[in-house]
């Protein structure tokens, strides 16, 4: 953990920190996000109980007294509160209460039944704010097709073969930067992936794929490596950063047209699900598996029809060829 992030954090709060990276096996950067939404709840719960001057900017209230005393005394109403100052004041989205109404429900959870410090959990009842149900943006075929054409430069091959796997394996950016040499399993056609959770997981590597490979390998940089055992490998003869594969993915799409907001790296994620699940008829308990999904509820966001599919089940009722005029020419040999 960032030793210097949790510096002010106070002792109940790093023992949940160090039982989520221990015990539960989160990542050091969801541990982070766990910390952060707790220090912005307990800052606003001094500021509204006056343990702090009204003045004290938001961003400098510490949080290192708070304890056990402290937290006994937090009810469901002072959340929901705290709730509604996220939105009137900081102008969170309900993506954002979410995670941070997730965040307080595993912190008090683990003070009621893990630890026991707290005979009652006070916010058992605290509901999850309504998100708006939009479908995930990806790229059609015809758009992944073109942004695998514009690919160019001296560190063509390279770049190809990480929007290949992306596009063809759904990977998250921290497991394809974190895949090592080792991890590529040509003889058995699969590659070892490190998901959320440290949970491994192995994944096909189709043709495109292991051809992407092995053309990528016989121009991969051997000499002089910071770490010899990374598959991709930077200008700086170290590890890919996430911030080098993301500039890349925005300067491929950039060159399709798609250069603008709401997409990136994710979105190959995204359509590599829903490419596999409209073109490859992939059955959606198969695509949770490809994808590292805990739960099969994640995995159905991708299972969203095109407008096509949603045009050929029209045209598949088998009334969409029953007209009027078959009924009033019926009325009229009945009248006759």
Request: proline residues 3%; charged residues 25%; hydrophobic residues 35%.
């Amino acid at each position: 953990m960032n030793q210097n992030l949790f510096a002010e954090a106070p002792e109940v709060v790093k023992e949940f920190l160090g039982y989520l990276q221990n015990v539960k096996g989160k990542s050091p950067k969801t541990v982070e996000e766990y910390y952060l939404d707790l220090r912005t709840f307990f800052r606003y719960l001094k500021l509204n109980r006056g343990l702090v001057s009204a003045e004290t900017p938001f961003e400098e209230i510490s949080i290192s007294d708070i304890n056990l005393s402290i937290i006994k005394e937090v009810t469901l109403t002072q959340v929901y509160e705290y709730m509604n100052y996220l939105i009137s004041e900081r102008n969170n989205s309900a993506t954002t209460r979410s995670r941070k109404v997730s965040s307080l429900r595993t912190f008090f959870k683990y003070l009621t039944n893990k630890t026991n410090q707290l005979e009652v959990n006070p916010i058992e009842e605290l509901e999850t704010p309504k998100q708006k149900k939009s479908l995930p943006r990806f790229l059609t075929l015809e758009q992944s097709l073109d942004l695998l054409s514009v690919v160019d430069g001296k560190s063509r091959e390279r770049d190809y073969c990480i929007l290949v796997l992306f596009l063809n394996c759904g990977l998250r950016l921290s497991e394809l930067v974190g895949l090592n040499l080792s991890d590529v399993r040509r003889g058995i056609s699969s590659i070892r992936v490190l998901g959320k959770g440290n949970k491994e997981r192995m994944v096909y590597l189709n043709e495109a794929c292991l051809d992407a490979i092995e053309k990528y390998l016989a121009v991969r940089p051997h000499e002089g490596l910071i770490d010899k055992n990374a598959l991709f490998i930077s200008s700086q003869r170290k590890r890919i950063s996430p911030k080098t594969v993301q500039a890349l993915v925005k300067k491929y799409l950039a060159q399709i047209d798609l250069g603008g907001p709401g997409y990136s790296v994710h979105k190959l994620r995204h359509t590599a699900a829903t490419l596999m699940y409209q073109h490859g008829n992939v059955d959606i308990r198969v695509l949770k598996d490809i994808l590292g999904h805990e739960n099969l509820g994640t995995t159905e966001i991708y299972t969203h029809l095109s407008n096509s599919q949603m045009k050929d089940a029209a045209e598949a009722n088998p009334l969409s060829h029953v007209m009027s005029s078959q009924f009033e020419k019926k009325k009229d040999n009945t009248t006759n």
